[in-house]
């Protein structure tokens, strides 16, 4: 059997993953990339696309495969062409919709009683910190941050001006919440009914921690960005824990409630963790994040739980090989 | 025998490392935090408690144990509590006294050629960059730095106001040192006689870590604190090494000397590298710090001393478990 | 046969990496050091020198060996007594002089097809922001950052009357690329024929990464130093791998052509990634950087390519075995 992935985000990771665990492994490339991906000699496979509808036939080309979804993968294809995937997707399908509708999603949070920060439907009801964004994973690009509404409409403004977005509507503007960024990576199993914490990690963004280098004098005239080019690695305080496994219970509990069949291994909480030391989720990920690529012979989180190197992608490839034991395929794909 | 902990600060790491080297682990946990450590394997017992008092009560119920002390063991039984341990604590109970009293205790690193800050006994002194710390383990919760004289008192009226500091003379100025925090985890052993060098970190503070990529005009008028979150891993340029070494060593001499029977396990030397590459170390903590939470599988120092993953609750263990073959345990508790 | 290295920068790592290959190692060490190398036990030999003169006679008294140069090896001996080590150096001891010539380095860059930054002859023709570097590797030691040309000849003033400097000509002066700094390891393989991506990480700045966490108000009077002091791991979005791997490629082809025999080993591009993804490519570093130190385990990346922990100090030796037992020693050293 082939594990099967779209050639970006975290397919080194996932499939490295898969072939520690046995599977056969395939990537579904831009040919521009193919020999990228020649490099690595875990990968069995090589299928090049030119278009992305090409891309797609190619991913339902493999019958006797699973193919594993990841951060870039609606951002790449679209939602269209991602619908059209027939071979079984590890995960739950139906989230991909949740995902990209920013007001259902942030639903599933706050009925799963996470603290979010706050959000502001209009501009003029802007009264304090925020941050504006474009949705859709476009790794931080675009996304401003503004003292208050008057700041909020000239960078509106803007993005109309530059046709980045259409309409006002297209953005979120949620209250910035002062405090320092932290992604907890869990891994919701099925198979073995827990919630794992697989690890933690920081973005880097370009130019935004370029620029905090510099003196203030010098960058008055630079406009930060948010561009995510690169991951960290961070550890909580253990006593941060508890609340954080509390929140990703929940929200495995809500999603099983809201979006059957429910959660279905990686899953990230963006959040903050505010000098009150409350932790804010400001977004989540229903699938693999990048930030996973840090710990590709496990993370300090993932050692407590295993005890060989086992990443996220070789979680997902552990669980399908678990699932297919015991003949439970069908509850780890949609 | 047990590996005993309170539940908190490293006790996962602590308890994981335990068992690794065989031994059976017992967490000490508030019941509400019961929930939490039941997901971890390697803990083979959790003994809960609702009051501080039961807590000590627990540790002390169980006689064939030693009990591993950690950072927050004394911020939340306090002091007294503490003395009424009656197992065998790893380490030496006596550094407890001489670590709560901030003058005894940067005596130690004094009497040890070590560089430190110059403190400032008075507002009145100060002439430089300060930085003002509230004592004991509180995470950094209340730190302030000023600019001036006039600084430090409008903070510690603040301090006094809001009750969090009952008179001045609660509060350690200290000289801020401009240069960059790294964090040195030692481990002496008196087994193997001998000083190893476990890891480094770096604090990852709240806001103060957020703030900082933030353009200054949004950030004016935010008040940046110091609570500590987590941690981030970092390694020291070789040749700071061999004076970060000598600090170790010369640390440990004092401590045999000053406060019988010396230093045992774990300690850190908190400091700042300066631009010349000078190492100012402005506090110590005499057990395992939560940086070393990093290191479940080893860091790029213990892998120097050890070709198997060695974290500092492992190497806590290994000491336990030579010292007992040896007929030393008497060495290494107290 | 031993592996044998001068004693700093990255050699621990070297020699740790040696010993699981099976050499013998031996460190040359400055005599007031050598108490601090023979804490390692992966160290068979340790020759102290005191003057730099004696070094040498040293590195040469070994016959059976093969000397390692690193980042410090230019630094500590100058470039007159490097040039009169007769064992085998592993690598291309031509590229040393290529590196300490600031205009045949870049040109190096440039000729790969390398995104570069611009550079400026003279303080009069700089229009933007410009970091002012000096020659060699001093670890960033009189760095500074200019924001027209008047700030240029101001700073350069300073560095004349100190005597850091004799002339303006012995200066970098460089745009000032905004975005975040990436450091990109890779190993060239004349054996397996290959280019291998090792690692990744930040450089730790002393003062500058300390000062950044200070409110502006406060740091207004505080000069900014770039002195490397430390490093911290880092990965990068997958999707900038395949520009990276055409850079080192382009890269180990001009070398090749410019440079007989080639590049043989370690070697890294330290870069910048701006908003819009480009990787600017500042310099290159000739050999093993420190910021492999991060790695005596292997990182993200290593692990990629091997089924065992692979540190670059390691995969030197590995190169040096796999050589041998070809009878191609010939090809990796010079």
Same mark, same amino acid.
């Given at each position: ?17 898969? +072939? ?15 020999? @990228?991906?020649?490099?690595?000699? @875990? ?21 006797? *495969? ?11 294809? +679209?939602?269209?062409? =991602? ?16 995902? &990209? ?10 009925? #799963? /009683? ?15 910190? =925020? ?9 931080? +690009?675009?996304? @401003?941050?503004? +003292? /208050?509404? #008057? ?14 977005? &259409? ?47 510099? $003196? #203030? ?24 824990? $508890? ?6 219970? /929940? ?8 979006? $059957? ?18 932790? =804010?989720?400001?977004?989540? *990920? ?12 496990? #993370?300090?989180? &993932? ?7 086992? *990443? ?21 794909? *949609?």
């Amino acid at each position: 059997m082939y594990i099967t992935t779209l050639g970006s985000h975290s397919s080194l990771q996932i499939l490295h993953g898969a +072939k520690k665990e046995g599977f056969n492994t395939m990537v579904i490339s831009d040919e521009k990339r193919e020999n @990228f991906y020649k490099r690595f000699q @875990f990968i069995d496979k090589i299928n090049k696309y030119s278009t992305l509808d090409d891309a797609v036939k190619l991913i339902n080309s493999e019958i006797d *495969s699973i193919f594993i979804p990841h951060g870039s993968l609606i951002e790449y294809l +679209k939602m269209e062409r =991602v619908k059209k995937i027939e071979i079984p997707i590890f995960g739950n399908r139906n989230l991909f919709e949740w995902e &990209s509708n920013q007001k259902k999603k942030m639903s599933l949070l706050k009925d #799963s /009683n996470i603290h979010i920060p706050d959000s502001f439907e209009n501009p003029e009801e802007v009264d304090r910190l =925020v941050i504006v964004k474009l949705p859709g994973a476009k790794g931080g +690009k675009g996304y @401003f941050i503004a +003292k /208050n509404k #008057s700041e909020v409409k000239e960078g509106l403004n803007k993005l109309l001006e530059s046709k980045e977005i &259409s309409s006002i509507e297209d953005v979120i503007i949620q209250e910035y919440v002062v405090g320092i960024p932290m992604y907890f990576h869990f891994f919701y199993s099925p198979i073995l009914k827990r919630v794992e914490l697989t690890g933690m990690d920081i973005r880097y963004e370009t130019n935004v921690d370029g620029l905090r280098r510099l $003196p #203030s004098n010098l960058t008055s005239d630079i406009e930060p960005t948010f561009v995510v080019a690169g991951n960290i690695p961070v550890i909580a305080r253990e006593s941060l824990l $508890p609340k954080a496994f509390d929140y990703a219970e /929940n929200f495995v509990n809500t999603v099983k409630n809201k979006v $059957p069949p429910g959660m279905i291994g990686p899953f990230c909480l963006e959040s903050v963790v505010t000098e009150d030391l409350d932790i =804010v989720v400001f977004e989540f *990920s229903g699938r693999i994040v990048a930030g996973t690529n840090l710990y590709v012979e496990g #993370s300090p989180y &993932s050692w407590l739980y295993w005890d060989e190197p086992m *990443s996220v992608g070789r979680r997902i490839a552990r669980e399908i090989k678990l699932a297919s034991i015991q003949n439970k395929l069908g509850e780890i794909t *949609s």
